[in-house]
């Protein structure tokens, strides 16, 4: 169930398989089908649009999404017999390096966790005039690994864990009007890291594929 400013929305994933589920909307004491493919997988709800991660390529008249791509479709299309390509949005692809690792919703924007040459990273994107905004970095530090770790779809602000090789775990808080990370907390370091720097270099393995590796 998502609460949102709009109102609350019941949602219902029957998992068939691993990766196979079929989604409905239970709403007035019945279940209506959404007509997505078995793969989508369900992520969120926001502002009228069911937000869906994609396991395989989605082909819309003649249009195709790629795997591992976040999308919006619209509410409207539950209890429909298909889904149009109108009713469908891409909000985010992810390139052969990356992958979404979770995603949230504020009241205004949609947060994704990106991960991106093993690094994670935080993106927002909005609805505007009917259409996403190009999504947009939350940037805390472009050497650490930041992670969600609480938000709400009814407030802007939101918590997220930072890691990394030569600082202690920390907790911290965005504000949407500061525009700006801020830290709450964080554990005691157990080595100084003053003489020390990280670097990511790739290496390239027998079959040609590249692996990201960090130097310290």
Do not use: C
């Amino acid at each position: 169930t998502y609460v949102t400013p709009e109102g609350t929305v019941s949602v219902v994933s029957t998992w068939k398989t691993f990766y196979t589920a079929t989604t409905s909307v239970y709403r007035d004491g019945k279940s209506y089908d959404v007509p997505v493919p078995d793969s989508v997988k369900m992520v969120g709800f926001f502002k009228n649009h069911f937000l869906a991660q994609l396991r395989k390529d989605w082909t819309l008249e003649g249009k195709t999404f790629s795997q591992g791509s976040l999308v919006a479709v619209r509410a409207s299309v539950a209890g429909a017999e298909k889904v149009d390509l109108a009713d469908v949005k891409l909000v985010m692809s992810i390139g052969q390096a990356g992958s979404i690792l979770t995603t949230a919703t504020t009241k205004s924007k949609i947060l994704v966790n990106a991960l991106e040459n093993v690094t994670g990273k935080i993106y927002a994107v909005e609805l505007k005039k009917g259409s996403f905004t190009k999504p947009r970095e939350l940037n805390y530090d472009n050497s650490a690994h930041v992670t969600l770790a609480a938000s709400s779809e009814l407030k802007e602000d939101f918590f997220a864990k930072v890691s990394g090789f030569l600082n202690p775990d920390a907790l911290i808080y965005y504000s949407a009007s500061r525009k700006r990370f801020s830290k709450i907390k964080q554990l005691k370091a157990k080595f100084s890291s003053k003489a020390m720097i990280v670097k990511q270099v790739w290496a390239t393995s027998a079959d040609g594929t590249k692996v990201p590796l960090s130097l310290i």
